[in-house]
């Protein structure tokens, strides 16, 4: 079955690396997402990574992907207080017809200055 | 600013109410999706629209109605609700390529 799993919380200190974990289960799934989301509002695209690929970086993002061991992980460099969220890794599974989104349970990141 | 626009942002409605809840995207993006995001609990997919056709329901309850007129428009016919259907309701928006955008939710609160 479907099942994406995170750790559900992280502490850092201002100016520390994190770094955020996730494990799924589908192994036919083509891309794999990170989210953020703020208290309050809705999920912002942070980055994706397509499956054949096992390194993605985008400014102080940078993504890594295991497919052997199914384990995708999302490291923040210089963390700040506004990247206080909770973060949402989510695979894609296509089916007949359509594709759609399985996340999992979310990481809440607290970076304390 | 994501491309997909929800109303409202918030709604409190009682049990006898029926309401409706909006989303609008400008992405041209073909499939459309309605999320529920409950305290403690993962997202969970309640409907798939692809192409203006419904293309899963994920045995959501018949008190919650989904409509799709048109590509750019998904909404949420809400009626007889329980006091559990309280949740922030996420819609979604995706074309052929890999990004996959959201609104900001609607906090529903049911009482």
């Known amino acids: 079955g479907e099942d994406v799993e995170q750790s559900l919380f992280l502490s850092v200190r201002e100016g520390d690396s994190s770094v955020i974990n996730c494990t799924y289960t589908?192994?036919?799934?083509?891309?794999l997402y990170w989210y953020k989301q703020e208290p309050g509002a809705g999920l912002q695209l942070l980055t994706y990574?397509?499956?054949?690929?096992d390194m993605k970086q985008d400014q102080r993002l940078t993504v890594l992907l295991n497919k052997k061991d199914k384990h995708l992980s999302l490291r923040i460099a210089d963390t700040q207080t506004g990247d206080s969220a909770i973060y949402f890794c989510?695979?894609?599974?296509?089916?007949?017809?359509?594709?759609?989104?399985?996340f999992g349970t979310g990481t809440r990141l607290l970076v304390s200055p | 600013e994501t491309g997909v626009t929800q109303t409202p942002r918030h709604l409190v409605m009682g049990m006898t109410n029926k309401k409706s809840l909006k989303c609008e995207q400008h992405?041209?993006?073909?499939?459309m999706y309605w999320y529920k995001q409950s305290a403690k609990k993962p997202l969970e997919l309640m409907f798939v629209?692809?192409?203006?056709?419904?293309?899963e329901n994920n045995s959501v309850p018949s008190r919650f109605s989904p409509e799709c007129p048109n590509s750019s428009h998904l909404f949420l016919h809400l009626h007889t609700l329980q006091p559990e259907d309280s949740a922030l309701y996420l819609c979604?928006?995706?074309?052929?390529?890999?990004?996959?955008?959201f609104g900001q939710g609607t906090r529903l609160t049911v009482v």
């Open positions: 629209y692809n192409f203006k056709e419904q293309t």
């Open positions: 989510a695979e894609r599974e296509e089916n007949t017809g359509f594709q759609k989104l399985v």
């Open positions: 589908d192994s036919s799934s083509t891309y």
């Open positions: 979604g928006a995706q074309g052929n390529s890999a990004e996959a955008f």
């Open positions: 992405l041209g993006h073909n499939a």
């Open positions: 990574i397509f499956s054949n690929m």
